[in-house]
């Protein structure tokens, strides 16, 4: 995607509006970063104002930057919730609040790749395959978390490994990844589907918080995504979560 030009199919306000995208959701531009002018852009990419002007305008509409009058475009926070400084372990947190957290696994298995956010996450390090860790993390006996794990396909060895616990301490201990640096996490409000419903006793159509975000190890390279659908009818839930 960091070639941009002609060749490409894709319209150019496009592949810059999806490159901009990309490095924001990779981390590679952080929240309050200031992005190049756009007459820096257009010399950079050689391309009409227009161009970039559609290119930026989308990326503000969906909440990727954030247009200041007389000093320029900036990447915007999270959607909604700021992720916390750092990266801990899911059931790590749990614990220093007191909470027993178990994990259920729903689905487990080598897919092929389907989301935006994956093909640019694992481009170029994969074959279009990855490895899908689908489990259900139960907090002192209620289903408070739907959470979607995607790591490279030659991850498959975890099968042999208790997934019920921790998966960060797994990754850590058993496959020395260090997961230190975090993507944009990007957060909304939605409708819980069947599926979720079910998995977190819930009545379809229930409002549920979800997110998705980019891991990375201390060097930059990339661990792993995860999708989440955490329940918002109890406030002790979502102080934990976020």
């Given at each position: 995607?960091?070639?941009?030009g002609?060749?490409?199919p894709?319209?150019l306000?496009?592949q810059?509006?999806?490159?901009i995208r990309?490095?924001?959701?990779?981390?590679?531009l952080?929240?309050?970063?200031?992005?190049?002018?756009?007459?820096?852009?257009?010399?950079?990419?050689?391309?009409?104002?227009?161009t970039?002007?559609?290119?930026?305008?989308?990326?503000?509409?969906?909440?990727?930057?954030?247009?200041?009058?007389g000093?320029?475009?900036?990447?915007?926070?999270?959607d909604?919730l700021r992720?916390?400084?750092?990266?801990?372990?899911?059931t790590?947190?749990?614990?220093?609040?007191?909470i027993?957290?178990?994990?259920k696994?729903?689905?487990f298995?080598?897919?092929?790749i389907?989301s935006d956010?994956?093909?640019?996450?694992?481009t170029?390090?994969?074959?279009d395959?990855i490895?899908?860790?689908?489990?259900v993390?139960?907090a002192n006996?209620?289903?408070?978390?739907?959470?979607?794990?995607?790591?490279f396909a030659?991850?498959?060895?975890?099968?042999?490994?208790?997934l019920?616990g921790?998966?960060?301490?797994?990754?850590?201990?058993?496959?020395?990844?260090?997961?230190?640096?975090k993507?944009r996490?990007?957060?909304?409000?939605?409708?819980a589907d069947e599926?979720v419903?079910?998995?977190?006793?819930?009545?379809?159509g229930?409002p549920v918080?979800?997110?998705?975000?980019?891991?990375?190890?201390a060097?930059?390279?990339?661990?792993h995504?995860?999708?989440?659908?955490?329940?918002?009818d109890?406030d002790?839930?979502?102080k934990?979560y976020?």
């Open positions: 995607m960091d070639n941009i002609k060749i490409n894709t319209p306000y496009l810059l509006k999806n490159k990309r490095d924001i959701r990779m981390g590679t952080k929240p309050g970063d200031k992005l190049p002018s756009e007459a820096q852009l257009q010399k950079t990419y050689n391309m009409s104002r227009v970039v002007r559609n290119a930026m305008e989308e990326l503000s509409i969906e909440g990727y930057i954030i247009k200041v009058q000093k320029g475009s900036f990447v915007a926070q999270s909604m992720l916390p400084a750092g990266i801990t372990s899911f790590d947190d749990a614990k220093m609040q007191g027993t957290l178990k994990s696994v729903i689905k298995g080598v897919e092929d389907t956010l994956d093909r640019e996450f694992f170029g390090r994969t074959d395959k490895l899908v860790l689908k489990r993390r139960i006996g209620t289903p408070v978390t739907v959470e979607e794990n995607h790591l030659d991850m498959i060895t975890l099968k042999d490994e208790n019920e921790s998966l960060y301490e797994i990754l850590m201990t058993k496959y020395h990844l260090m997961p230190s640096n993507g996490r990007s957060v909304k409000i939605v409708s599926e419903a079910k998995l977190l006793n819930l009545s379809a229930t918080i979800t997110s998705e975000m980019c891991v990375f190890d060097s930059g390279e990339p661990i995504t995860v999708t989440d659908w955490v329940r918002g109890n002790k839930y979502i934990w976020i």
